[in-house]
């Protein structure tokens, strides 16, 4: 018993320096810029530079596009697959699941061919064509995350009875999606739009292949050219998905369960 | 007849409210609400990727040809199919084994129950940190000039790059892969672990079994499928990747998302066919990764109730 406690802690160190010792290094490595001393230099450097600034807020904005969008088509769909259309439900499971399948650059890459200026709907010819294009490939890479965030929201709670209540009262099938099932599942919603924003906020390939401005095109720039920004932007970085991934967990223990346990 | 069907249609009805009144419009309702998310599933996946697939069969005419499938054995091509397969592989395997050692070690090997949680929160997160911020640390780290590369030279006078480490190679990309592959076995395979129930290890012992037997003869048959399971899931998954190789070896390092990346930017394989071609191989090597684990989860999921 005391032997399988030991190896439980040495494997368990083991891990742990592996994956905390990056996290430090970098940090103190961030803190280098200025010879001889430990300073925020870096990180103020980053900060204050305008590209910085736009770029993030690019990003943001594609991020808020992107759950917007990817919480109007999937909410309704699980919705109505679960009260509905059950038989529906393996059709939903393999089509979030493709994103997981076919790489991120295929996936662009196949968006360029299909909207390129040749073609019938030509959305790479201008820039706003261009961004709605990529906030549609991060709904499309979000999808899987998006879906299964949604679909266990509503597992938790009773639809059939809710929207049988909600009927009863008046209220036609978008309203009772609107004000009755959106804010019982609305903790369910915020941790798929928390998982779409760490997606997207550092994505490099589609935004480099589609030439659009993006914190991740701007991060790969400063790690080509930079020496101690590049691990500024990194602890940035962990700490934004931190900050996404411990919201989520947070939420989590705030979720409304309304479903029968049978 | 008509009697039986009003019956029918009556028992029916009530499932859906009073909107049973007008029997088509809830349904009608329904296909609306899903319609959306297909025709976006269509729009902006299926059809791109489809229509990626098929032009990897068809020449600059428009006929029909196999000559850019056959295109694809150059040696350029071929080594970087080979080194993708080792990093993916490679990775896979010491992620699948180092992260089962480490769930088995915070479940079942008597920790602290809040070690366990920080661990699966740290998954969580560590999972999710990829791409450039990943290889930023990593040459922080153990880059030529990182800190633990530094300190090891100039505190313990041992060089890792005179020893032959070097972190733009095969070893540094699977090292650095790791950093998001173990997080990801900790997160699927706990579950698992967690429904081996307590009870059959302790009939296994009440009948005179070793630890050693009981993993041989109960622990691992049961867990197998959700290992093989994993780790093609987690093939798959290093496979796809190409931020974070782009951001730690440039072009230097030839798999084949950097190489289809440079081949989308500048056709760099002199021949557009080619493309599609090599995205048609990227796909059936990440399906392929990807039934092996949808066949065997469902099997697993027999006895992890």
């Known amino acids: 018993m005391i032997a399988r406690r030991f ?35 870096a990180y103020l450097s980053v900060f204050a530079d305008a590209r910085f600034q736009a770029t993030f807020g690019y990003s943001l904005t594609c991020a808020v596009f992107a759950i917007i969008v990817g919480v109007a088509i999937v909410l309704p769909a699980a919705y109505f697959v679960r009260l509905r259309l059950q038989w529906l439900r393996p059709l939903m499971e ?64 009773d639809v059939g009875t809710l929207t049988e209540a909600a009927t009863i009262l008046g209220a036609n099938p978008i309203r009772t999606m609107v004000s009755v099932i959106f804010p019982n599942i609305f903790v369910a919603v915020l941790s798929g739009a928390f998982l779409t924003f760490a997606i997207v906020i550092g994505e490099f390939v589609l935004a480099s292949l589609l030439n659009r401005p993006a914190f991740g095109v701007y991060m790969q720039n400063v790690g080509a050219n930079r020496a101690y920004e590049p691990s500024a932007l990194a602890i940035v970085s962990f700490a934004l998905t931190w900050g996404a991934m411990g919201v989520i967990q947070l939420l989590d223990r705030f979720a409304p369960k309304t479903a029968r346990k049978d | 007849m008509t009697n039986v069907s009003r019956i029918a249609d009556k028992t029916a009805g009530p499932v859906s409210g009073p909107a049973a009144l007008s029997l088509n419009s809830p349904m009608l309702g329904a296909w609306l609400g899903v319609l959306p998310f297909i025709l976006f599933a269509l729009l902006f996946l299926v059809v ?9 069969f068809v020449d600059g005419s428009g006929n029909f040809t196999l000559q850019n499938i056959a295109d694809l054995w150059t040696d350029q091509v071929r ?28 479940i079942r090997g008597k920790l602290p129950g809040a070690i366990r949680s920080t661990v ?6 560590a999972s999710n940190f990829a791409g450039l911020p990943l290889a930023f640390a990593f040459i922080a780290t153990v880059g030529r000039l990182g800190l ?69 003869h109960i622990g691992f048959p049961i867990l197998w499928p959700n290992l093989l399971g994993t780790l093609s899931l987690l093939f798959a998954n290093a496979f796809g990747a190409i931020a974070t190789a782009y951001a730690l070896t440039g072009s230097s390092l030839n798999i084949v998302p950097i190489l289809l990346y440079a081949q989308i930017r500048g056709d760099v394989l002199h021949n557009p066919g080619l493309g599609a071609a090599l995205a048609l191989g990227m796909i059936v090597i990440t399906a392929f990764a990807n039934v092996i684990y949808i066949v065997v989860r469902t099997r697993a999921e027999r006895w992890l109730k």
């Open chain 2, 79 to 106: 080594s970087a199919f080979e080194i993708s397969i080792k990093v993916s592989a490679a990775s896979a395997f010491f992620g699948a084994v180092i992260g089962l050692a480490m769930a088995l070690a915070i």
């Open chain 1, 94 to 157: 393999f089509i979030t699941l493709l994103p997981l399948i076919v790489p991120p650059i295929i996936l662009v890459f196949g968006h360029i061919r299909m909207f390129n200026s040749s073609s019938i709907l030509p959305l790479t010819n201008s820039a706003f064509g261009t961004d709605v294009l990529i906030v549609c490939g991060y709904v499309t890479l979000a999808l899987p995350y998006m879906y299964r965030a949604i679909d266990t929201g509503l597992r938790t709670i």
């Open chain 2, 120 to 125: 699966m929160t740290f998954s969580g997160v």
């Open chain 2, 148 to 216: 633990v590369t530094v300190i090891l030279k100039t505190v313990f006078g041992f060089d890792i790059y005179k020893s032959g480490f070097n972190l733009l190679s095969f070893t540094g990309l699977t090292l650095t892969y790791l950093y998001f592959q173990i997080p990801l076995m900790i997160l699927i395979i706990a579950p698992a672990i967690d429904g081996l129930r307590k009870e059959w290890s302790e009939a296994a012992a009440t009948l005179g079994a070793s630890r050693l037997q009981f993993w041989l």
């Open chain 1, 7 to 41: 190896w439980a802690w040495v494997v368990f160190a083991l891990g742990a320096a592996y994956f905390l010792l990056p996290l430090l290094a970098t940090f103190i490595f961030s803190l280098q810029m200025r010879r001889g001393r430990l300073t925020f230099d």
């Open chain 2, 48 to 56: 791109p990727t489809l229509s990626l697939v098929a032009s990897a």
